[in-house]
C-alpha cells in the first residue's frame, strides 16, 4: 500500500462538474488500494474575486483580514469535493489548515511552513478515509490564519508529503508535465519523462509556470518524488521531478526557459571607484525593487564604467526614476533603458561534463542575427538577455540546435 499526496489546481475544480470528475478520478486511485491525502486550490477565478470584493471596501485591505477572506475559498472546494466523493462511495473527510495544525510563521500574504501535526490525518487514513486538505493556508502560532501566497497550494502538497513520508507528490495541473520549451512557441517540444529537482528550480525561477518554486525547494530538501499531470486526460504519466542520481539518462540541455517580465536599465559613464555597485542598488533594493542580471563593463572613457541590470516590468518605471536620481547624484553620463527585452535560458544538469555549450548557443544566435545585450550562468544554466521580437526565433532555434525534441 503506497501513500500518495495529490494537488489539484483551481482549473481542475473549477465547476462542479470538474469537481465530481476528479472525485471520479480520486476513486479510482482508493479503489487500488493506496491511501490517499488531497491538497486543492480555490476554483479558478475565485481569488481575484474576492481581491476584488476587498479592494472595493480598502485600497490597502488589512493583510490578516486578507488571509481571513481567501481561505475561504479552500474551504468551499475541499467541501464540495469531499461531498461528491461521499456521493460516489468514497468515504472522505475534510480539514482547513488550522485543523490539521499547518503551522506558520505571521508573515500574512507569504507565510512559510513551520510544522504539520500529521496525527489527525493519519488517524482519518487508518479509518479507511480519503483525506481533503484546504491548500494554500495555514495557521501560526497565536491561532491567527495565514496564507503562502499565489500557488501556495503546491507548497501545501508538498509539505504534506514531506509530513507524512509519502511515496509520492502529484501536482494535477491543467498542463501533462514539464516539456523542453513552451508547446505555444516550439510546435516540437517534448514532455519530458524526468527531471531533477535542480533543473526545475532552475526552469522555474526563469520564467516556467508549471510550478511554484517553493513547492520545488520543499521537494528537494525533503527528497519528495514530485509528479506533474494533467487533471484533463485519463491514465496521465506525466513528468516525474527527482533527485538527480535517480535520473538514468542525463540529457547536456533539459530545456529551454524564457521570461517575457524582463526590463533592462544602464547607468552610463559612473566612475570607476569601489562600492560604485553598492551606492547603485542600494536604493533599488530599498524600494523593495529585486534585481535579476547584472553587468559592469568598461567604458570608452577611462575611470568610467557602465553598470547595467534588469528588473520586472512592473517595476520598471519606479526603477528608471530612482537610477536617474542616482545618476545625478554620482555624476555619471546618462540612463538608457528597454522594456522590450526577454530573458532565454538553456538549462541542463549536463552543462556540468560538457564543455562548449555557451559557444554553441552563441553561435546560433548569432546565425540569426540576434544581439546578445546581457549573459549570465551557473552550474547547469546559461541565460542571455535579448530584444523581445527575437524570442521566437531564439526559442526555436536553440530547440533544433539541440535537439531537444530527439529525448
Not at 506558520?104 to 486538505?133: F, M, P, Q, W, Y
Not at 526545475?200 to 506533474?228: D, N, T, W
Not at 561534463?353 to 544566435?365: C, D, N, P, R
Amino acid at each position: 500500500m503506497a501513500l500518495i499526496v495529490q494537488k489539484y489546481g483551481g482549473t481542475s475544480v473549477g465547476s462542479v462538474e470538474r469537481v465530481q470528475a476528479v472525485a471520479k478520478k480520486i476513486k479510482a486511485f482508493a479503489r487500488s488500494g493506496d491511501q490517499l491525502v488531497v491538497s486543492v486550490s480555490a476554483m479558478s477565478g475565485e481569488t481575484n474575486r474576492m481581491m476584488a470584493l476587498a479592494k472595493q471596501l480598502q485600497d490597502k485591505p488589512s493583510l490578516r483580514e486578507v488571509d481571513m477572506l481567501l481561505a475561504t475559498g479552500e474551504q468551499v472546494t475541499i467541501s464540495l469535493l469531499s461531498m461528491a466523493l461521499q456521493q460516489i462511495g468514497c468515504d472522505a473527510i475534510s480539514y482547513l489548515g488550522s485543523q490539521v495544525r499547518i503551522v506558520t510563521d505571521s508573515e500574512h500574504g507569504k507565510a512559510r511552513i513551520k510544522s504539520i501535526d500529521d496525527h489527525r490525518i493519519h488517524n482519518s487514513l487508518d479509518e479507511g478515509k480519503v483525506v481533503i486538505i484546504a491548500g494554500f493556508q495555514g495557521v501560526d502560532e497565536q491561532g491567527h490564519i495565514t496564507t503562502l501566497g499565489r500557488g501556495g497550494s503546491d507548497t501545501t502538497a508538498v509539505a504534506l508529503a514531506a509530513a507524512l513520508k509519502a511515496d509520492e507528490c502529484q501536482i494535477y495541473t491543467d498542463v501533462d508535465g514539464v516539456y523542453t520549451t513552451d508547446p505555444r512557441i516550439e510546435p516540437n517540444a517534448r514532455k519530458m519523462k524526468s527531471v531533477s529537482y535542480e533543473e526545475m528550480l532552475e526552469m522555474a525561477s526563469l520564467g516556467s509556470k508549471v510550478l511554484q518554486i517553493r513547492a520545488v525547494e520543499f521537494a528537494s530538501k525533503y527528497q519528495v518524488p514530485l509528479r506533474v499531470l494533467s487533471s484533463m486526460i485519463d491514465n496521465p504519466v506525466g513528468t516525474l521531478i527527482t533527485s538527480e542520481e535517480n535520473i538514468v539518462e542525463q540529457a547536456v540541455i533539459s530545456g529551454i526557459a524564457h521570461n517575457k517580465d524582463e526590463a533592462k536599465l544602464s547607468l552610463i559613464g559612473v566612475p570607476d571607484k569601489p562600492g560604485i555597485a553598492f551606492k547603485i542598488l542600494k536604493p533599488i533594493s530599498e524600494a523593495n525593487i529585486e534585481v535579476d542580471m547584472i553587468v559592469q563593463s568598461v567604458s570608452a572613457r577611462e575611470g568610467l564604467t557602465n553598470f547595467a541590470f534588469t528588473v520586472h516590468r512592473d517595476d520598471f518605471n519606479q526603477a528608471k526614476s530612482i537610477l536617474q536620481t542616482i545618476c545625478d547624484n554620482l555624476g555619471a553620463m546618462d540612463v538608457q533603458s528597454d522594456d522590450k527585452v526577454v530573458k532565454v535560458s538553456l538549462v541542463g544538469i549536463g552543462m556540468r561534463s560538457h564543455a562548449g555549450i555557451a559557444t554553441q548557443m552563441f553561435e546560433v544566435l548569432h546565425n540569426e542575427r540576434i544581439n546578445i545585450q546581457m549573459i549570465a550562468t551557473s552550474e547547469i544554466k546559461i541565460s542571455v538577455v535579448i530584444d523581445e521580437k527575437y524570442l521566437e526565433l531564439a526559442v526555436r532555434s536553440l530547440h533544433s540546435a539541440f535537439d531537444l525534441e530527439k529525448g
